[in-house]
């Protein structure tokens, strides 16, 4: 099963992961640092999909327009500061590893129900006895409870009797209009109040009847349907379905202190703060508890008497045992300043910082709005649904994470960038409750905006974190920011268009550079992987609501926990590809290095067919052997070894004829040794070397004179030498074969 979300989270730091500015406490509006910047950085964006802040009206306001103002009768459109600051706050937050903002987090204590059998909620429910009584508002508005010192079922039959209701049919195989006790309580013809009796039924249990002569005084108490009543037909079939309320006593026991915090949940468990959801039960209850009248309630007790939680349903929501601020990592911050507060500052009673960024109004001078009011289903958050909200690992092994361990909380919150924007799909039922709806007019697509950010007495490494941040460090060609409402229908995409400094003394790649060594290579790129997995999402169709649809029970948050399944880290959902600073400039270098090869190999290439086209017909071996030698591989290479080779032999032979012309032999004496070393000489000099008629003729001569003056060179052991054994092999290279063996001959035959 495909995990379904229109959000996802970037992981939060954990303390020791936190980036801490050595220099945090010294900051100063009046004492620049030595290496302190001001300046501006103008930038420009230019909306992708339809864009929409709303002007300052409710939700349900049908006029609701983009932020404008009017001059000479027109609208002008501009997007706040505060939600450009906003914007761009939140992604320098996770680049430089800061601390989820305990101010800005909402500290709430959600609240669950799972009737599901095993589940937490049952476990924790009847960990503790559920007891009833009467929540009553003090004068200084304090909450208390006065227990009931007994309360009893009371079967719908009795109900109708005493109130003159129709319960028992109402329910019957119907499911009920609204599921509501408000709606009950509508139904009511007579009071509340009763005389009973009370009964042990046939599973042994005690249940209260209706008795006009009844010793016991109580109050019937309505909670809600949930669903519709099937009873038995037949001895096979079971019966299922609510069928009872309640009967609380009139007798009260002790009073129950309700402390700040527990009164605090309570309102947030039922919504009080959002007009449109709060539940319609708080707020039919709430109204008579301001009249100082009682209202019913069910609690439980620790075993020191202490009050744990209390609900309006007698199976209430469970309050979680931690709160956001209770949850890893926000639990284990320290109070050191991080970098975003560094720079945009902070307000404590004893140590507030004032920020040295400032932001500028982004007005438009082409922006469009739609001529149709938009009309979708914007859902809230529901951060108690932990499969999302809390970290996940081994679920099989060790079942979910959730608020009432000490878990981790997922981190920073983000809505990916969808491609195109998309229209809510919805049932016929919602198209029939308007309330839920919003209405909106955002402004077409490719408006552009322009603004200017200023900043103090930044360093060069906060001038980095900031421009990091709005261009999601030097990536923002590819990757887009989320701006203003309708996120999860793909609205507010936003491109940024390279900023321009002014007043500066680096450039954009110069201050990033200093910000990437200052927080860590690897450390930032890990945290970028996750935030431009969102800021570049490539499929839209897993950008959906998990379906909740009880009228054809569907319910894919609960199939989820079925199947202990959870949201993934968006890099595993959508991997990227991009590049750190050092990264691309590396690259850079790299690719200007082979560019400077590659025309220096091209400058070589034309200078070697140059030199090659000259000696094509050259007899020059010294250019020859030069080209050979310093381009060995090209391809006219072997062609000129070739002809290297046969004008070496030709000036050989021509050098061996000059030499032969000039050589004349000069024997000192007859000895076969001094006709060797003679001859031998000019070979010496030029292997091609031959001797001249004339010289051979001289060498010829002082052979027959050797034969006679040195006879021991031709025989061995008295025999003589046959030719043409040494000497004659000498001599055959001298004289030539034919005139050798013709000496020869001539010699032996004396």
């Known amino acids: 099963m495909e995990v379904k979300s229109v959000y996802n989270f970037v992981p939060a730091p954990k303390e020791s992961e936190v980036f801490k500015p050595d220099w945090a406490d010294q900051v100063s509006h009046d004492l620049p640092f030595s290496d302190g910047e001001s300046g501006e950085i103008e930038i420009k964006i230019t909306a992708e999909t339809p864009i929409f802040i709303r002007n300052g009206h409710s939700k349900d306001n049908e006029s609701n327009e983009f932020s404008h103002y009017v001059i000479d009768g027109k609208k002008k459109y501009f997007i706040p500061a505060t939600s450009l600051k906003g914007m761009f706050r939140n992604v320098l937050e996770i680049i430089t590893a800061s601390k989820l903002n305990p101010d800005l987090v909402n500290n709430d204590r959600y609240s669950f129900r799972d009737l599901t059998p095993g589940s937490l909620y049952m476990k924790n429910y009847k960990s503790n006895k559920v007891q009833a009584g009467w929540l009553t508002q003090k004068e200084d508005g304090k909450w208390e409870i006065k227990k009931c010192k007994s309360f009893y079922l009371i079967h719908h039959t009795e109900v109708d009797k005493a109130l003159g209701t129709n319960f028992r049919k109402m329910f019957l195989n119907q499911n009920p209009e609204e599921t509501t006790a408000v709606y009950k309580y509508n139904q009511v013809i007579n009071g509340l109040d009763i005389t009973y009796k009370v009964l042990t039924d046939e599973e042994g249990k005690e249940r209260a009847v209706r008795d006009a002569n009844g010793n016991l005084k109580g109050r019937i108490v309505l909670t809600g349907q949930a669903s519709k009543r099937v009873e038995p037909d037949g001895p096979k079939k079971k019966a299922f379905g609510k069928v009872h309320e309640f009967v609380f006593s009139q007798e009260e026991d002790e009073e129950i202190g309700i402390t700040e915090a527990q009164q605090k949940d309570f309102k947030f468990i039922y919504l009080e703060g959002d007009s449109k959801n709060i539940s319609k039960d708080w707020a039919y209850w709430k109204e008579k508890l301001l009249r100082r009248e009682k209202v019913p309630v069910f609690f439980t007790q620790d075993s020191n008497g202490q009050l744990l939680h209390f609900g309006l349903a007698f199976m209430y929501k469970l309050p979680y045992k931690h709160n956001i601020h209770e949850m890893n990592p926000i639990k284990t911050y320290s109070s050191k300043r991080d970098l975003s507060t560094t720079l945009f500052g902070d307000i404590h009673k004893d140590d507030s910082l004032r920020g040295r960024v400032m932001f500028g109004h982004a007005c438009s001078d082409n922006a469009e709005p739609y001529d149709e009011l938009m009309i979708e289903i914007l859902a809230g958050p529901k951060a108690s649904f932990y499969p999302f909200y809390i970290e996940q690992r081994n679920v099989t092994a060790s079942g979910y994470a959730t608020y009432l361990k000490d878990g981790t909380i997922r981190g920073y919150k983000r809505y990916p960038v ?333």
């Open 418 to 750: 969808h491609q195109t924007i998309r229209n809510g799909s919805y049932s016929p039922k919602q198209l029939q409750n308007k309330d839920v709806f919003s209405y909106f007019r955002p402004l077409k697509e490719g408006a552009k905006f322009h603004f200017v950010v200023r900043f103090h007495n930044l360093r060069k490494m906060e001038i980095g974190a900031l421009l990091s941040a709005i261009t999601f460090h030097n990536n923002s060609r590819s990757y887009f920011h989320s701006l203003g409402g309708a996120k999860p229908l793909g609205c507010g995409k936003i491109s940024v268009s390279d900023p321009k400094l002014i007043g500066l003394k680096y450039n954009l790649l110069d201050y990033l550079l200093e910000f990437e060594n200052k927080i860590g290579s690897q450390e930032l790129k890990n945290r970028l992987t996750n935030l431009l997995a969102m800021a570049g999402w490539k499929n839209d169709s897993s950008l959906q609501y998990p379906i909740l649809d009880m009228d054809n029970k569907i319910n894919e948050f609960t199939d989820y926990k079925k199947s202990e399944q959870f949201l993934l880290d968006p890099s595993k959902l959508n991997p990227v590809k991009f590049e750190l600073v050092n990264e691309f400039i590396a690259r850079k270098e790299e690719e200007k290095k082979q560019d400077e090869q590659k025309l220096r190999a091209k400058e070589i290439q034309e200078q070697q067919e140059k030199e090659a086209e000259i000696l094509t017909f050259s007899n020059d071996i010294d250019r020859l052997r030069k080209f050979v030698n310093n381009y060995p591989y090209n391809e006219n290479t072997k062609m000129f070894e070739e002809r290297i080779q046969e004008l070496s032999h030709e000036k050989k032979k021509k050098e061996a004829e000059e030499l032969s012309n000039k050589f004349s032999p000069n024997f000192k004496d007859n000895k076969f040794k001094t006709i060797q070393e003679e001859c031998k000489a000019p070979y010496k000099v030029n292997k091609y070397f031959e001797f001249s008629n004339e010289a051979k003729d001289h060498i010829e001569n002082q052979i027959r004179k050797c034969w006679k003056d040195d006879p021991n060179i031709f025989r061995k052991k008295n025999e003589l030498i046959a030719f043409p054994k040494f000497p004659w092999s000498d001599i055959v290279k001298w004289l030539g074969e034919e005139r050798a063996k013709s000496l020869y001959n001539d010699l032996t035959s004396q």
